[in-house]
């Protein structure tokens, strides 16, 4: 039986129930003395019953335009659609509990759920075609990079060449000058092998020449070759560049060890050395090389306090002991703003016997240890070199 049958069945029964007398005799005797009088105020009330419009606008709502999409199937608990529309102007249904409606509703859910896929289909394969050529495009950057690296090397050691014929040919034309000029004094003082003694030769007083002359011209020679041996010797390390034998050091070690070398220096120079060490972690490192940093850096310094002063010398963890800082201070000259940009390029330099090399070869060891390097000066006050390193297990 449909609920709404049902429902009238209950009506029905309770109407025949209430009224037969032995239900009223006993309800009388149970109330007993219990006022039974109620009070009613006047109130404007809808009628239930719903007009035809009412009727219609709630079959719309489930799509039933027309008498042929009342289907009558019952399946909502109401014989009729009509019924269930009233039920629902009752507020007893929702009118969307109708089952071929539902099953409409989840006919368009699954095609819109249908298009959205096939959109998503779409999308996926155009996705995964600018995928390979974003792929395409990396690999391309990557190749040019390749080759830009390539020819920055190539323009870096055109570069190196061009400085280093200049950096020799200097002494060079000095040496061959003198070479030429004491050539020619023998010359003068002296036959030449295979050529009969001169006559001039024999009462020519050669001792100024051999005297004064040849031993300053003998001394120029020599600072130019050592000169040259000297670039050469700093280009040696420059070029090569060889990668760092890693180990686990003590870094303040390395700088102590260089100090070592130095400290004789230091006392000539009338140069105090302050160190204020903090206790580092552990690095990988090369300690050899790390210590000709070092030595570099500290020569600088003590090149900048010509009339004395002060080498500070600072380690301290950083980074939650992450990082181990270096800080190599002087109370030197400074360096002039304008040169703060050149100080790690080959062969700067503003000193008359300086290769300029001393910085970048500690430059290109610093940075084969995974570390840094920065410079602060201010013009007669002083220098300070800022070194960073990853610590071990950092
Ligand atoms: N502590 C410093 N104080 C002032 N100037 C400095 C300092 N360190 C470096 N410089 C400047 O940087 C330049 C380059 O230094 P670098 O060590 O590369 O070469 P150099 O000292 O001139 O020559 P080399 O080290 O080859 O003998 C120096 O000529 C100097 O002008
Ligand atoms: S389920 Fe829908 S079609 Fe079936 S009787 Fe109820 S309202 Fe009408
Ligand atoms: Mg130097």
């Known amino acids: 039986m449909p609920l709404s049958g049902r429902r009238d069945s209950v009506i029905e029964y309770l109407t025949n129930e209430s009224d037969t007398p032995a239900t009223d005799t006993a309800l009388r005797e149970a109330v007993g003395a219990v006022r039974l009088r109620r009070v009613f105020t006047d109130r404007r009330q809808?009628?239930?019953?719903?007009?035809e419009a009412v009727i219609r606008?709630?079959?719309?709502?489930?799509?039933?335009?027309?008498?042929e999409d009342e289907f009558n199937c019952g399946a909502c608990g109401y014989e009729t659609c009509r019924e269930k529309a009233r039920a629902v102007h009752q507020g007893l249904a929702e009118a969307e509990m109708c089952l071929p409606y539902l099953v409409g509703q989840l006919e368009k859910m699954q095609a819109d759920l249908q298009t959205s896929l096939s959109k998503l289909a779409q999308s996926y394969s155009e996705l995964s075609?600018?995928?390979d050529e974003l792929a395409g495009a990396h690999r391309a950057i990557e190749a040019a990079q390749q080759q830009l690296i390539q020819s920055e090397k190539l323009a870096a050691m055109g570069q190196l060449a061009a400085?280093?014929?200049?950096?020799?040919?200097?002494?060079?034309?000095?040496?061959?000058?003198?070479?030429?000029?004491?050539?020619?004094?023998?010359?003068?003082?002296?036959?030449?092998?295979?050529?009969p003694p001169q006559e001039k030769c024999a009462d020519v007083d050669r001792s100024p020449v051999l005297n004064d002359k040849f031993p300053k011209f003998l001394g120029l020679m020599e600072r130019e070759i050592s000169r040259c041996s000297s670039t050469v010797r700093h280009l040696l390390d420059f070029a090569k560049q060889s990668e760092p034998r890693l180990q686990l050091i003590d870094i303040v070690g390395s700088l102590e060890n260089a100090l070592a070398l130095l400290e004789h220096q230091m006392v000539l120079q009338d140069i105090k050395v302050e160190k204020l060490y903090e206790k580092v972690p552990g690095i990988m490192g090369d300690f050899t090389q790390l210590r000709q940093v070092f030595v570099n850096l500290i020569l600088n310094a003590s090149q900048a306090m010509?009339?004395?002063?002060?080498?500070?010398?600072?380690?301290?963890?950083?980074?939650?002991r992450q990082q181990v800082e270096i800080r190599i201070s002087d109370t030197g000259h400074g360096i002039a703003p304008e040169n703060l940009g050149k100080l790690f390029v080959p062969f700067f330099t503003t000193k008359k016997k300086g290769t300029g090399l001393g910085l970048s070869v500690a430059y290109g060891i610093i940075s084969r240890h995974g570390g840094s390097i920065e410079v602060a000066s201010a013009v007669g006050k002083g220098s300070t070199f800022t070194l960073r390193f990853p610590a071990h297990g950092g």
């Open 306 to 320: 010509t009339t004395g002063g002060r080498l500070i010398l600072e380690s301290r963890p950083l980074a939650d």
């Open 57 to 67: 606008e709630i079959l719309l709502r489930v799509n039933k335009h027309t008498p």
């Open 163 to 195: 400085s280093v014929a200049h950096e020799i040919n200097n002494p060079m034309t000095g040496i061959l000058t003198y070479t030429r000029l004491m050539k020619s004094m023998l010359s003068e003082i002296c036959a030449q092998p295979g050529e």
């Open 129 to 131: 075609h600018a995928h």
């Open 46 to 51: 809808e009628s239930l019953e719903p007009s």
